[in-house]
């Protein structure tokens, strides 16, 4: 395929580097320097998509970030898949492989587009809500016809093959965008000395500059630009980011930045290298010079492939060296779309004609146009255009003064190509990320960015000036202003002298009205990519959607990867007038980061896998490895689950685990308990604030089983607290709750109760600790300690420091089995040590390791809870049937006393702990299983309480569950029932919920 | 994210390294066994939502682990003041409400 509409000369490629791409699956050439969007129009490539609801054909309207249609599927492997890049941004590489996103069968034999054709009265907005509500059991086949025929690119099947980063910056000043504003503005503080960051989208530097002919000091701008951007390039403290979007403006000045680093390269980075980086930018200062984009005007048929906006056609010849078509007609509010039909006549085309809707355009251009033989039209507008898949003709009328109404007969006239300016519209998108409201300007004919509170300044288009010099001045008073905020020098930066010329007014004017009214002319496109025309937003304000909020949502506008950078302000336009009021009275709608669409693996980053969160491994991990053991994730823990041996199942394995500790001996790694540091002079006192039970008169050498309240008086940790000496404690925190706790001592300590002299520190890193337990943990103990453990001299619920297989330990009686335990703690590194040698002598002894599970089913077979799985926030220590671990008598109010003596919490038939026997004793419940008294009352029936906890006991030979049952500690005996999803119904019998050794003597032998 | 001065450490760090917990400047009451269930479900539960100024405790959880009071507009979400424990704000909301 020849490049049919490349000029022979001009534009910023290199004709000597021609690149092959592959769009739909045939293959066409470029250039190095094209974008997609570029090499396609080069290539005559009409029809590049077909729109989202009507499946209309259409074509590439712009030549950057604004582009609605041009939303491609890129990638040349399954695995590369990228949806919804725009072609006007992608650069052209050899290899590229790029296609429609939707379009079914095909873009150009569209099935759908037959339902678009029939006409609008059959898809009016909320088409859908309106079609596919009813009946409601209809929606999932509904949903896949809509889903089809609603192209949105698709996600790749196979993982992404490239690494992406993320990366925090900080800086004195952020500027965005580098056109001449940004430019200047970082030329400026970068000579301030102060740290500058500089980010464009584009893959070089220039913005508005690249695309014109405009000259600055009286040569082609390009060069003033490369002369800035050399010298920025030198300063140390300058960083310029090319291919680099600023995305989001979040609050107090934290940007993000989407680079693109090998996108502009190949399908899939060089191997070593990220595909993109996501910066995370704290910026003192932050200079917007964002730009405008222009607005293409509304009229009749204003999709066909073909029409476009007159600065992308300019860019196109200018920067591309592409003529998008070979007829032109320009339509315009404004003098600026002139220089569009002169950039055409120059590049060897036919201008069909200028149509100005200004009824006696007078001025520079004018004259130009005149000189140049170019037919004006007055006064006019284009209210339809002919053709299909591309413009083949368009229909003129006069209209009147302000332009509301058609008031003169129709000509038509051929063309292949419609270029319209309807204004400029400032990119405020960013401005108003972190929520300030845009203000309309009447004199620019769009909406500015509002007052905000954080550190930002605008410069050039985006506040308004839509000239060069304007910008380059603002730019520069931008810098000179963040450095004066900052205390720096404000350098004056030489300004290049441009060209100026006298520009008329311009008229305010969005919708080009037909001969039918609205509803009835052809379809007028105001979001291209929503599929949202005029007559849409007429409709919607009619059906009462008044606020632009509602009508955004009703009809779409502005939604998707678009935000309505086309289609804002006109939409608003016609529904201001739809509903009689001013623009500024409408509003606006704000916009939403992200501005251009990033991909989820630069939000990533290197955060997968492997790296996604911190794991977090006792010191005996290694062991438990090469064990065997299966692993639970308790928080960032990974415990042992259970030590499976060959050829058993899960509950042989646990069987085997909970005979071997209660016959003999089992270890648990118990290190992940949390453990806090407490001492102090009023350490006591503190607890015993913290805690329900007393904690006066526990002597050194003690340990204490505690439940921490919050001041609800509900149970939210549990743990033992040892006294080390008279000031000094340690306390145990669940696993799980270790943070929470720590961070609960200290609110309090530090907003309650500062007067009290008390200091905490985690120190759950710094010990290791195996818990053995069973008949015969004693007699293990002693074969690695010279210290007396005896019952005499080592008594329950006593802790001793001694020496433990050669190193320090601290060894506390308590048990979380129920049988005679003892919890050995020594300085982590020597964990694993102690760990081996405790095998090495317990082999006689038949020393089992257990895991998570086994220590689940122990401790209930004890009756013993677990804060956080027999508690869910609403169970007090009553509730528990834990009175016995609340001192009512202690003289400070301690945490939860209050809460617990609330009306609701003393009243009768709260749920509370009980244990529960299946009447068949093989049945083991499922947690969670929701209790009934009755189980043949009607449906819904009322719910008594929930399974907290269950397990098959091998030690007792039958289940055993606690849960919560209404009133259930004045119920024993009582029967509950358990109706289950498959339709069971399983009763079983309340009990204590102490099943094993109610009396406790083998924790004390 | 919210770009935080932690008035302990000296130093603006990231929203990342602290907690928020809420309301600032509720004090425990000296005996709580002395309140109505009403004054204790005051205390408990109910809580302030302005729009504008609103005195908020936070944590450098990550940080120092010391707990200070910060005044934060909840519309812009401009940070005006942070101040520790046990002091008074020194921006404050106008006869009750926010500008």
């Known amino acids: 395929m020849t490049q049919k ?42 029809v590049i998509g077909r729109s989202f609801k009507y499946s209309r054909p259409r074509g590439i309207v712009a030549a950057g970030a604004e582009e609605p249609n041009a939303v491609m599927q890129l990638g040349a492997t399954e695995a590369t898949q990228v949806p919804n890049v725009r072609a006007t941004q992608q650069e052209l590489f050899d290899g590229l492989v790029s296609g429609a996103t939707n379009g079914w069968p095909s873009v150009d034999n569209d099935l759908m587009g037959i339902v678009g054709k029939v006409g609008g009265k059959m898809m009016p907005p909320g088409f859908y809500y309106k079609t596919f509500m009813y009946p409601q059991s209809m929606w999932e086949t509904y949903e896949k016809f809509i889903r089809k025929a609603a192209g949105l690119g698709s996600s790749p099947l196979e993982n992404d093959p490239d690494s992406y980063e993320k990366i925090n910056q900080h800086c004195d000043v952020l500027v965005v965008g580098a056109g001449p504003a940004g430019l200047a503005a970082a030329l400026t503080a970068g000579r301030a000395g102060a740290r500058v960051i500089l980010a464009d989208e584009q893959s070089e530097f220039g913005g508005s500059l690249l695309g014109t002919r405009e000259t600055l000091n009286g040569e082609e701008a390009a060069h003033w630009v490369a002369d800035v951007t050399a010298e920025l390039a030198g300063m140390k403290d300058v960083m310029l980011l090319s291919r680099s979007t600023v995305n989001g403006y979040h609050d107090h000045n934290f940007l993000t930045i989407h680079q693109r ?103 520079a251009q004018v004259a130009e146009a005149s000189k140049r033989g170019i037919q004006l039209i007055k006064g006019s507008g284009i209210i339809d255009v002919a053709g299909s898949k591309r413009v083949s003709g368009v229909s003129i009328a006069a209209l009147s ?50 007052p905000t509170v954080e550190k930002r300044l605008i410069a050039g288009a985006i506040a308004g000036d839509f000239t060069t010099a304007g910008a380059l001045a603002q730019g520069a008073e931008a810098g000179r202003k963040a450095c004066a905020e900052l205390g ?84 608003m336009a016609i529904a201001a007038k739809a509903t009689g009021r001013t623009i500024p009275e409408t509003g606006t709608t704000i916009f939403r980061p992200n501005y251009t669409p990033v991909t989820f693996g630069a939000l990533v980053g290197r955060d997968r896998g492997e790296l996604f969160d911190p794991k977090r491994y006792t010191a005996m ?12 994730d308790v928080g960032q823990w990974k415990r042992p689950w259970y030590f499976p041996k060959a050829g058993e199942t899960m509950q042989q394995s646990l069987d085997r685990e909970c005979k071997a500790t209660r016959e003999s001996v089992g270890i648990l790694d118990a290190s992940t308990l949390g453990k806090i540091d407490i001492q102090g002079k009023d350490a006591r006192e503190f607890l015993g604030r913290v805690y329900t039970n007393a904690w006066a008169k ?91 453990v005896s019952n005499e001299n080592f008594g329950y619920m006593d802790w001793r420091e001694m020496k433990v297989a050669g190193v320090p330990a601290r060894v506390f009686r308590i048990s979380f089995t129920g049988e005679l ?65 609340v001192s009512q008598q202690k003289p400070f109010s301690f945490i939860g006393k209050r809460g617990m003596a609330r009306e609701d919490c003393v009243r ?60 259930g500690l004045d119920r024993m005996g009582e029967k509950v029932y358990y109706p289950l999803a498959d339709g069971r119904v399983v009763e079983a019998e309340i009990c204590s919920p102490i099943f094993l050794d109610p009396k406790g003597e083998r924790q004390n032998v | 994210m919210l770009h935080i001065y932690c008035p302990h450490c000296c130093e603006y760090r990231e929203e990342e390294e602290f907690h928020v917990k809420g309301q600032a400047h509720l004090a425990r009451p000296l005996d709580p066994d002395a309140c109505s269930d009403k004054e204790w479900g005051e205390y408990l539960y109910f809580r302030k939502n302005p729009r504008g100024l609103h005195h908020e405790l936070w944590v450098h959880a990550a940080g120092c682990r010391k707990f200070f009071n910060v005044t934060r507009d909840t519309v812009s979400y401009e940070i005006k003041e942070v101040y520790l424990v046990g002091e008074k704000p020194s921006v404050v909301a106008h006869s009750g409400s926010a500008k």
């Open chain 1, 488 to 571: 720096m020098d404000q350098p004056i930066i030489e300004l290049p002298t441009t060209q100026e010329r006298v520009e008329h007014p311009a008229m305010t004017l969005f919708h080009i009205p037909h001969v039918k009214k609205t509803s009835e002319a052809p379809k007028q496109f105001v979001d291209y990519q929503n599929d949202v025309t005029a007559a849409g937003i007429e409709l919607a304000c009619r059906e009462g959607f008044e606020s632009i909020e509602h009508v955004k949502r009703y009809t779409a506008l502005g939604f998707g990867t678009d935000q309505g950078k086309l289609g804002n302000i006109a939409g």
């Open chain 1, 698 to 788: 526990l002597a050194v050498g003690k340990c204490r089983y505690g439940l921490m309240c919050g001041e609800d008086g509900m149970v939210f940790d549990d743990g033992v607290t040892s006294c080390l000496g008279e000031n000094h404690f340690i306390m145990t925190t669940t696993s799980g709750g270790a943070a929470r706790v720590y961070e609960w001592l200290e609110l309090y300590h530090q907003t309650e109760w500062p007067e009290l002299e008390v200091y905490f520190n985690t120190v759950t890193d710094h010990w290791s600790t195996m818990t053995i337990s069973g008949p015969n943990s004693r007699k293990l103990l002693e074969e690695l300690t010279d210290a007396d």
């Open chain 1, 401 to 450: 003064a302000d332009g509301s109404a058609v008031n003169g007969s129709v000509t038509k006239l051929s063309a292949d190509t419609v270029a319209t300016s309807g204004g400029w519209s400032p990119v405020i998108h960013l401005a108003g990320h972190t929520g300030s409201r845009p203000v309309w300007d009447e004199k620019v004919a769009g909406f500015l960015p509002g």
């Open chain 1, 261 to 363: 680093n090998t996108d502009h390269i190949a399908d899939k980075a060089p191997a070593g290298q990220a595909r993109q980086t996501l910066h995370r930018v704290r910026a003192k200062w932050v200079v917007l010079a964002t730009g405008a984009h222009e607005r293409p005007l509304v009229y009749g048929n204003n999709d066909v492939p073909g029409c476009m906006i007159a600065s992308a056609v300019s860019t196109y010849i200018n920067r591309y060296g592409v003529v998008p078509g070979n007829e032109l007609v320009v339509m315009t509010t404004n003098d600026g779309a002139y220089q569009t039909a002169f950039d055409w006549q120059d590049a060897g085309r036919k201008v069909v004609a200028i149509v100005d809707t200004r009824q006696n355009p007078q001025g």
């Open chain 1, 621 to 632: 991990h290694k062991w438990h490895v090469e064990n065997g053991a299966l692993f639970e």
């Open chain 1, 5 to 46: 509409n490349r000029l022979q000369t001009g534009g910023r490629i290199n004709r000597s580097k021609p690149l092959s791409f592959v769009y739909n699956g045939k293959q066409f050439k470029g250039f190095e320097g094209d974008t997609l969007a570029s090499a396609m129009l080069a290539n005559g490539i009409d």
């Open chain 1, 821 to 885: 335990s003892f919890e050995i703690n020594v300085q982590a590194n020597f964990g694993l040590h102690v760990w081996e040698k405790l095998f090495e002598k317990g082999a006689k002894y038949n020393l089992t390791p257990y895991g998570t599970e086994t220590m689940h089913i122990l401790r209930a077979e004890k009756g013993f809870i677990i804060a956080g799985q027999d508690t869910d926030g609403s169970v007090h220590p009553y509730d528990l049937g834990m009175g016995w671990a």
């Open chain 1, 908 to 967: 009768d038939n709260r749920k509370q702990l009980v244990g529960l026997k299946t009447t068949d004793p093989s049945v083991v419940l499922p947690e969670g299983a929701q209790g009934v008294f009755d189980p043949k009352a009607p449906i819904p029936m009322p719910m008594v309480g929930h399974i907290t906890s269950s397990y098959w006991s091998a030690n007792l030979g039958h289940s055993i569950a606690m849960g919560l049952v209404k009133g």
